[in-house]
């Protein structure tokens, strides 16, 4: 039959070079220069720097390695900064419409980057589409890829694996830079993370202020804008038991299924938030809950009390 | 040959009439009849729900519905699509042809295949009742995983993913039930002389979905049981906290899901070839050869499963395998379509609305096959999973391929099962409104996909913008040209032209020799096939 001869000529011309293409895309640690670790939720991505690859890599300098290696321990989320006026058409859309974060994933050109992939909750793919490959993170497993930008620049991306209502506002941005670029980044982040882990003493008024700005980036998109929230599936916080009731027990201890224990900890669907929000961020969003969105409890937490609550 | 004459008094005596004539009929045209409905209503109710999701899609932004609603829609409008509207209306040509194709007076097991049937329609309430419950605030609607239920977020949903799993196991038992009564029929009740390789092509087609229906289901069952364990009564077979793994729901869905497709091809492989026949006036081509390929692809279809699932991460010789016995498929397919075109190749052709969707068929699904081919790449499958090039691979192999196939088939088979012929320009405007419709929704498709659109959002970036409004346009120009489809249907039931037995001049079949439409108890004299 002709067009299985056809065919089979096609197997051996795409099947040939495929397979080649098929091992170099798994392989993600021969001639990996760093490592990163991407964790998926609902509905953002966390990237963490953990630092050069161990093996010494042929005709790389010890002074990149060594700018690798500073960037370790750099962790941050990664939030949509698309408004809700512009999905809700109430604005003009911006060029890059559900395609914006607030922190980038920065990447030096040039380097094999090797991605160990996870979730927190249910099954996320990571994908930019001009690094033409993807990977499913799934949760309670690692998962392997890697990349190599080849050219400075912007790329953009989506969550690839249906996760829920936010799947389609969990963008993936990268920015590839040169390793000068890199190395002042690095530098710049890790002060970054150090002033917001900072633990200050503030007024009932910075804490709601910037509690709110906490709330809408994170909170919001299940409790409303408003607090009203989604019942049965997400409930309301305004006039709701935990948002109004003690943090902590008679006695000045940890309470469970407190306000504080449920943000920190989360409770069957809502996620746990002590590894994606700072001590700033936690004192400042239940105090925000607590004095705002129809509650009007008068306490506040300080970040102080949430440190001391986290051993 | 003894003859016994049936008065016409007897042949009425036992048969009840009204309602309960179609709730305990036993008779495999009536059954027939009830299927094809049945998938005609939820054809169209499938079809609401993806001008609704289209409608969302046309501009970007949220403008009709929220996210979580978005989600439900889509994954109803393919449950109801596959399971509501493809297989019953296949299932439907089945109990209506076979026992005529055969030369038999009915199926085998008629009161099996009753309550194969009337397993549907409570599967389709089923599966959408959760969206009226959710309108009185009980539960936050149907389901919402897309179609194919993956875990975690299928343990995570509400209690739609219950509703539908239970719509599923409806619909795999009717499924199961159905393939049973075929595979017995076909090697029990053919009339003398009709050996197995003297079998019509669609009940070959049929006996392999069969076995394949029997072999698969069971396996989707149990996917969706532990899945329902997991969510109600504390195993973890899908979460890796408890030791399980959400990959493994994969697997075994996917193990049933690729057959799954091919169990909605089969029939109309079967079937096609008969119509081509038919109107090229020449007898079918390499029927043997045809034969072969179609358990060739049965039997290959079982073990390539995972290439829905590349990028979730499996080992190096684990891709390569399934990546070239994915490939390997697409042998037998290339002999069915080289045999399909030498049927019709020097035949003497005329262009009656069957032989136009039969025509259009093999290009569009061909289409449908070699975007296929592409996505069987692993390296390639990377950048294109779970983009709009996989939604657009799929409608034309499921659209083009499985309903237009059925469409080929209704106007084909209509006026041997009503005794009218339907309206013959009507069916010419139906088929090229929806051949151009259909084309200019999907292709655009392709592209979005190409430059890095993914599927299941509700909401796009803005350079998506230009290629999406197309797709919607003709999307609801395709949905209400089959409006002229159902009109058509309705009034060749209702009259029309008076058919003769044969109806097409090259027909060639049993099923052609008899009336039309034919007597209730079709063959009361057993034929014989020399």
Request: proline letters at 5%; aromatic letters at 12%.
């Amino acid at each position: 039959m002709p067009f299985a001869i056809l065919l089979s000529i096609d197997f051996i011309i795409m099947g040939i070079p495929a397979y080649k293409s098929v091992i170099m895309m798994e392989d993600t640690r021969n001639d990996s220069n760093m490592v990163i670790k991407i964790t998926g939720s609902q509905w953002r991505w966390q990237y963490e720097y953990l630092g050069a690859a161990e093996a010494n890599i042929k005709g790389e300098s010890a002074e990149d390695k060594q700018v690798l290696n500073d960037a370790k321990g750099i962790k941050f989320v990664s939030n949509l900064t698309t408004t809700q006026d512009e999905m809700d058409n109430k604005a003009p859309k911006g060029e890059h419409y559900l395609l914006e974060v607030d922190n980038k994933l920065v990447l030096p050109v040039g380097k094999k980057v090797r991605i160990l992939m996870t979730s927190a909750d249910v099954l996320h793919n990571w994908w930019v589409p001009q690094f033409g490959s993807s990977r499913v993170a799934v949760p309670g497993f690692i998962r392997e890829t890697w990349v190599q930008i080849l050219k400075p620049g912007t790329y953009r991306g989506q969550c690839k694996e249906l996760c829920g209502k936010g799947h389609g506002y969990m963008p993936v941005v990268v920015e590839g830079v040169s390793m000068q670029e890199y190395q002042k980044w690095v530098v710049a982040k890790k002060e970054e993370i150090a002033k917001a882990a900072e633990i200050k003493e503030m007024t009932k008024d910075e804490l709601v202020t910037a509690g709110k700005g906490v709330y809408e980036k994170n909170c919001a998109v299940c409790h409303q804008v408003t607090g009203a929230g989604l019942p049965p599936a997400f409930p309301a916080l305004t006039g709701s038991k935990v948002a109004n009731g003690p943090i902590f027990g008679a006695d000045g201890k940890y309470l469970k299924d407190s306000h504080l224990d449920r943000v920190l900890n989360g409770k069957g669907v809502m996620p746990s938030w002590k590894a994606v929000l700072t001590d700033n961020e936690i004192a400042e969003v239940i105090t925000y809950e607590r004095n705002a969105l129809g509650n009007s409890v008068g306490d506040l937490l300080q970040p102080a009390q949430v440190k001391s609550a986290r051993q | 040959m003894s003859t016994t004459t049936i008065t016409h008094d007897e042949e009425h005596h036992d048969h009840p009439t009204g309602i309960m004539r179609w709730l305990t009929t036993t008779n495999h045209k009536d059954i027939g009849t009830m299927y094809l409905t049945f998938s005609l209503i939820m054809f169209l109710v499938g079809g609401a729900m993806v001008l609704g999701i289209r409608a969302e899609l046309f501009q970007p932004g949220l403008q009709l519905m929220k996210p979580e609603f978005y989600n439900q829609l889509i994954g109803v409008h393919a449950l109801i699509m596959i399971f509501s509207a493809l297989m019953p209306a296949a299932t439907g040509f089945a109990n209506w042809m076979i026992p005529l194709q055969i030369g038999a007076p009915d199926m085998a097991l008629p009161r099996l295949n009753n309550w194969g049937f009337w397993l549907l329609p409570p599967s389709a309430i089923l599966l959408t009742l959760p969206f009226t419950l959710a309108l009185f605030g009980i539960g936050d609607g149907a389901i919402a995983t897309g179609w194919t239920f993956y875990p975690p977020l299928s343990v995570q949903g509400g209690i739609g993913v219950d509703f539908a799993i239970f719509a599923v196991h409806l619909l795999g038992i009717s499924s199961v039930m159905g393939s049973i009564n075929i595979i017995v029929t076909l090697f029990n009740m053919r009339a003398p002389g009709m050996t197995l390789m003297k079998m019509p092509m669609f009940a070959w087609g049929w006996l392999i979905t069969a076995f394949l229906l029997v072999a698969t289901i069971p396996v989707l069952a149990g996917a969706v049981t532990m899945l329902l364990t997991d969510r109600h009564f504390g195993t973890h077979f899908f979460s890796a906290a408890g030791g399980g793994d959400p990959i493994m729901f994969q697997h075994l869905f996917w193990f049933f899901g690729h057959p799954e497709v091919y169990i909605l091809l089969l029939p109309v492989w079967g079937f096609i070839p008969q119509i081509l026949q038919t109107f090229s006036r020449k007898p079918m081509y390499g029927y043997k050869a045809q034969v072969y390929s179609l358990w060739a692809i049965g039997a290959l279809s079982v073990v390539v499963w995972a290439h829905h699932f590349f990028t979730a991460g499996m080992p190096v010789p684990a891709l390569l395998y399934f990546m070239y016995s994915t490939m390997a498929i697409s042998l037998p397919l290339a002999v069915l379509f080289f045999c399909w075109i030498k049927t019709m190749w020097r035949g003497s052709m005329t262009f009656e609305t069957p032989m136009l969707f039969a025509v259009g068929w093999i290009i569009l699904f061909g289409i449908g096959g070699l975007t296929g081919l592409v996505l069987a790449d692993v390296a390639a499958d990377a950048q294109y999973h779970n983009s709009y090039f996989v939604v657009a691979h799929f409608h034309y192999t499921l659209f083009a391929g499985g309903i237009m196939g059925i469409m080929a088939g209704v106007y084909y088979w209509l006026p041997k099962m009503t005794g009218h012929m339907y309206n013959e320009k009507l069916g010419k405007v139906h088929f090229w409104l929806t051949a151009i419709a259909f084309n200019m929704t999907f292709i655009p498709q392709f592209f979005l996909g190409l430059a890095g659109m993914p599927r299941r959002i509700p909401d796009y970036a803005i350079q998506f913008t230009e290629f999406n409004e197309i797709s919607t346009i003709a999307a609801f120009a395709l949905g209400f040209s089959q409006l002229l489809f159902v009109y058509n249907i309705v009034m060749c039931v209702k009259g029309g032209k008076k058919a003769t037995d044969k109806v097409w001049e090259g027909a060639v079949g049993l099923e052609w020799t008899l009336s039309s439409p034919p007597p209730y108890h079709s063959f009361t004299e057993q034929p014989t096939v020399n």
